[in-house]
């Protein structure tokens, strides 16, 4: 049973949300607690109607007001929540992209874990958020078999629901002499298989692949492939085998190998949260031994760490 931690909330009324949070908002000292107790208690379409009865009540846009009432990493979780999933996956993907370095890791999260609707929703967001084309920016910040890659991602055309047990042998076979020989073809043959076949058929092809060589897929690209372009077919495989496994491992190392990378943390939390947040939590504790609110608290500190610990919900003994 996957499952998110942020649910509808009962007895909702936008009106009095946005009342309240006006209040909060136009005080002479921001009252960031308010914030974090409705935006973070209510799921993403009724913030969205929260957004739309604060515009109503005083004829200004709630994201500029937080913006400009709030700071640091606080702001981008309060921010962030606002969005709905399509725009804030697009708005990650563009700051990813036209930043002032590449944000590699935000594009592999994104493009290999979202379903074909997903990635349909999100071109048409980037295009009307930044009258920008995803796929055309992919193309001119990337490059090489990585580029490749996440262009393929980006077309959406992963077959779905669709098995054929009698290719499984074959593409694993294909997927074999591709870690083997690794010419640019057969780079492109790996890729065309993690990109459009259906995860239902990547099952079968990862088991006949390690009855084939002997050996795990993933050790096996590890072994033969490197840079950006072996971490994203890495998470493609993750991905198809187990999302919430893949996220709970990206939250693990963007809280420890990098010292609490902040945006990595926010963005798995705002984008999961209604999708498999609470599954991606009992993962994390399952392999890693410590929960993610005892990791959190550790690092993140004020008005953040409470955002954030809110979004991932749950009991005391969590901490």
Not at 198 to 204: E, F, G, K, P
Not at 295 to 319: Q, V
């Amino acid at each position: 049973q996957i499952q998110g931690t942020i649910f509808p909330a009962p007895n909702f009324n936008p009106i009095m949300d946005a009342q309240v949070l006006g209040g909060a908002l136009q005080g002479i000292s921001c009252e960031k607690d308010v914030l974090i107790d409705i935006l973070t208690q209510r799921c993403n379409s009724q913030r969205l109607m929260i957004a739309e009865a604060y515009r109503d009540i005083y004829g200004r846009d709630l994201i500029t007001d937080l913006k400009e009432n709030l700071s640091h990493h606080f702001k981008e979780v309060m921010v962030g929540l606002m969005y709905p999933p399509a725009s804030y996956d697009a708005h990650e993907l563009w700051h990813a992209l036209k930043g002032v370095d590449t944000e590699e890791n935000c594009l592999i999260d994104i493009l290999a874990s979202r379903s074909n609707m997903e990635i349909f929703q999100m071109k048409e967001a980037y295009l009307m958020q930044y009258n920008s084309d995803l796929q055309q920016d992919i193309d001119s910040e990337t490059s090489g078999h990585f580029r490749d890659t996440l262009m393929n991602l980006a077309q959406g055309t992963r077959m779905e629901g669709y098995a054929d047990p009698s290719s499984a042998a074959q593409d694993a076979m294909i997927l074999w002499e591709a870690c083997q020989r690794k010419t640019g073809e057969h780079k492109n043959m790996l890729q065309m298989i993690l990109c459009n076949k259906s995860y239902q058929q990547l099952w079968m092809v990862f088991q006949e692949f390690q009855n084939i060589s002997g050996q795990d897929l993933v050790d096996a690209i590890n072994d033969c492939y490197d840079g950006y372009f072996q971490e994203l077919l890495v998470a493609i495989v993750l991905c198809v085998r187990d999302k919430p496994s893949y996220f709970a491992y990206r939250l693990h190392s963007a809280i420890h190998d990098f010292g609490f990378h902040n945006k990595t943390v926010i963005r798995i939390l705002i984008s999961r949260s209604e999708i498999d947040l609470m599954t991606i939590r009992q993962r994390y504790k399952e392999r890693y031994g410590k929960s993610l609110f005892h990791d959190i608290k550790h690092f993140a500190s004020g008005h953040y760490e409470s955002a954030l610990l809110a979004i991932c919900a749950g009991d005391a003994e969590d901490y």
